[in-house]
């Protein structure tokens, strides 16, 4: 009760500090914490706004915890809306050549702002092969911080109602309007996808267009990305889900040289990543579906999971029980001898021998990683797809 009184105070106050409703509703809705939901979309059309267009209205939660709408941009020269995401190798290609257009134009009277089109709900696991991360709210608040965005960065995930009227159809697509907040634009940043191979061209011409008043001379180019990954999309996930769930899951004994061999990883061409666990063992067994992401990820390229139980080899059927409530199609072992030492000093002399215990190890056997105890899956994820044999490009 208290804290409902101490809330209804701070919302009176910030009523009796505005000049309007409209701002008075804004000032609460933007102090009050957003909890995003995302949530199936029903399908329809979705058109392309047309250049001359009047840009369409929103307001739209970014990560900096505060809620921005068209009126916020009204006094700009120009403003950029382009709508790309955390999770599309096309997008990172092009973050810091948006960074630095946005350094370049920002003091020129130029907005910028990003939205996020893309719904959690309707995005893979297969389509997270160049990224540590998905594309719902809070882990956008990470790629933010990550790159050091200097623009807002909106989430439009729940209902896409702001996508739909704009009409993004991939990541990144660039929407730039006049001063008048008419589309002069719409399309690609540059033509070359590769970082370092070009600078913004398409974008800067149709920016230096618009702040000297003349038309933009080539007002549409296509865009090359990510589909928008619309909230209606839900079956390719379905499918997906259910043909994993159906994959064979085994289980087989390994000993000690066998593991030598897996960690020289000579035949793979592949990181390795392998994780030691129990069934008795609670973190792992709360944490071992994390390890299957992972393989879903990015199983796709020159990547491959591996488990070894830590169990007593008599525990075969109730290791193999949990490995196929977990779905776990990938290689599964058992120490076949109950002797833990033994495990121990056949995987890593260094570890001390509590579990969970994770490997990271590149061909030829080069440690890349290791980490006794629950794993940070952002830290391991990061290493992942940083490494030269991952990317985040194609």
């Not at 105890?373 to 490494?387: A, P, R, S, T, W």
Request: glycine share 6%; proline share 6%.
């Amino acid at each position: 009760m208290k804290n409902l009184q101490i809330y209804i105070i701070s919302c009176l106050g910030l009523l009796l500090s505005c000049s309007s409703p409209e701002q008075q509703i804004d000032k609460i809705v933007s102090n009050a914490s957003f909890v995003a939901n995302p949530q199936p979309v029903k399908e329809r059309p979705v058109p392309i706004l047309a250049i001359g267009e009047k840009a369409p209205d929103f307001r739209l939660p970014a990560t900096d915890g505060k809620f921005y709408s068209l009126n916020d941009f009204k006094q700009s020269k120009a403003m950029v809306v382009i709508f790309t995401c955390n999770h599309c190798p096309t997008a990172q290609a092009y973050e810091d050549r948006l960074i630095k257009v946005v350094s370049d134009y920002n003091t020129q009277g130029v907005s910028f702002v990003a939205i996020s089109p893309n719904s959690p709900v309707g995005l893979l696991y297969e389509e997270l092969g160049y990224t540590d991360l998905n594309d719902d709210y809070e882990e956008m608040k990470i790629r933010v911080k990550d790159k050091k965005y200097n623009f807002p960065y909106l989430y439009d995930g729940d209902d896409q109602a702001v996508s739909l009227k704009y009409g993004p159809v991939a990541t990144p697509h660039v929407f730039l309007f006049d001063k008048e907040q008419k589309l002069a634009y719409r399309g690609r940043l540059d033509a070359v996808e590769k970082p370092g191979t070009a600078n913004a061209e398409d974008l800067r011409a149709a920016l230096d267009a618009i702040l000297v008043g003349t038309e933009v001379p080539n007002p549409i180019t296509k865009t090359f990305g990510c589909s928008t990954k619309w909230g209606w999309k839900l079956k390719m996930k379905e499918k997906a889900n259910k043909e994993w769930k159906e994959k064979e899951v085994t289980v087989s004994a390994i000993d000690e040289a066998a593991i030598g061999q897996l960690l020289k990883n000579e035949d793979s061409g592949k990181l390795r990543l392998i994780n030691i666990w129990a069934t008795w063992c609670g973190p792992c067994v709360i944490e071992y579906p994390e390890f299957i992401v992972l393989q879903r990820m990015f199983g796709a390229r020159d990547f491959e999971f591996i488990s070894i139980s830590a169990d007593n080899p008599k525990q075969e059927s109730k290791v193999l029980k949990f490995l196929k409530e977990k779905a776990s199609a990938v290689p599964n072992y058992f120490f076949a001898k109950d002797d833990k030492y033994a495990l121990i000093e056949a995987v890593d002399k260094d570890w001390n021998g509590a579990l969970p215990y994770t490997i990271l190890i590149e061909p030829n056997g080069k440690i890349v990683w290791k980490h006794q105890g629950e794993v940070d899956f952002y830290e391991l994820k990061k290493v992942i797809v940083e490494h030269e044999l991952i990317g985040r490009y194609f």
